[in-house]
């Protein structure tokens, strides 16, 4: 198995896959020939769902599914969120199943938007982000997106929402909040000094 974060860029067959959600495949596959530097917006819902995260409670998920799980489909950063690629129709099922798990042991996941039937998302580009410029050249700009697991194959596994909430619970679990001040003590008197002079 591949380690998930090894990922260049998307081959032919990942942007053939990507690119087959878009009304016009063709002419998506046209725009990343002659600039594969761009991203663009694809619909969700007939070959793929995403389910966004905040970036580190998605790393947190991904972490679990490469580590305990099956491993994940294709996975993206855009813009402080986490785009986890997931099979069709999850974005529908996925928020019933969250509010029906039992116990409250959703309660500590953060709100998972989910992309589905009549949604569309940004995805970057199927090229990695260009090699820093040398000085005084201009430089290109930051597209906020990159790829953690980019598409390989035009017929890449994807979760279901019963394996995204798995990760997502187990993720929830796994947090582990770390403070460097002790616990405050309820009983301590506390007095102003900022009047002192």
Same mark, same amino acid.
């Given at each position: 198995?591949?380690?998930?974060?090894?990922?260049?860029?998307?081959?032919?067959?990942?942007?053939?896959?990507? %690119?087959?959600?878009?009304?016009?495949? #063709?002419?998506?596959?046209? *725009? !990343?020939? &002659?600039? =594969?530097?761009?991203?663009? $917006?694809?619909?969700?819902?007939?070959?793929?769902?995403?389910?966004? %995260?905040?970036?580190?409670?998605?790393? #947190?998920?991904?972490?679990? *599914? !490469?580590? &305990?799980? =099956?491993?994940?489909?294709? $996975?993206?950063?855009?813009?402080?969120?986490?785009?986890?690629?997931? %099979?069709?129709?999850?974005?529908?099922?996925?928020?019933?199943?969250?509010? !029906?798990? &039992?116990?409250?042991?959703?309660?500590?996941?953060?709100?998972?938007?989910?992309?589905?039937?009549?949604?569309?998302?940004?995805?970057?580009?199927?090229?990695?982000?260009?090699?820093?410029?040398?000085?005084?050249?201009?430089?290109?700009?930051?597209?906020?997106?990159?790829?953690?697991?980019?598409?390989?194959?035009?017929?890449?596994?994807?979760?279901?929402?019963?394996?995204?909430?798995?990760?997502?619970?187990?993720?929830?679990?796994?947090?582990?909040?770390?403070?460097?001040?002790?616990?405050?003590?309820?009983?301590?008197?506390?007095?102003?000094?900022?009047?002192?002079?």
């Amino acid at each position: 198995m591949s380690s998930c974060l090894d990922a260049s860029g998307v081959t032919p067959d990942g942007a053939a896959w990507l %690119a087959s959600a878009s009304a016009y495949p #063709r002419d998506t596959l046209a *725009l !990343w020939e &002659e600039r =594969p530097d761009a991203p663009v $917006v694809l619909p969700c819902g007939s070959v793929f769902d995403v389910v966004s %995260a905040p970036t580190i409670f998605g790393r #947190r998920m991904l972490d679990r *599914l !490469w580590d &305990e799980g =099956p491993g994940s489909g294709p $996975v993206a950063v855009f813009r402080g969120r986490m785009l986890l690629f997931a %099979a069709p129709g999850t974005a529908q099922r996925l928020p019933s199943l969250q509010r !029906w798990e &039992e116990f409250g042991r959703t309660g500590d996941i953060p709100p998972l938007l989910c992309h589905g039937n009549g949604d569309a998302v940004t995805v970057p580009p199927p090229a990695p982000a260009p090699a820093p410029t040398p000085l005084g050249a201009p430089a290109a700009a930051p597209s906020g997106s990159r790829w953690l697991v980019a598409p390989d194959t035009r017929h890449p596994w994807l979760p279901g929402p019963e394996i995204l909430l798995w990760a997502a619970v187990r993720a929830a679990r796994a947090a582990v909040r770390i403070s460097i001040f002790p616990p405050a003590d309820q009983g301590a008197k506390v007095y102003d000094v900022s009047r002192r002079r």
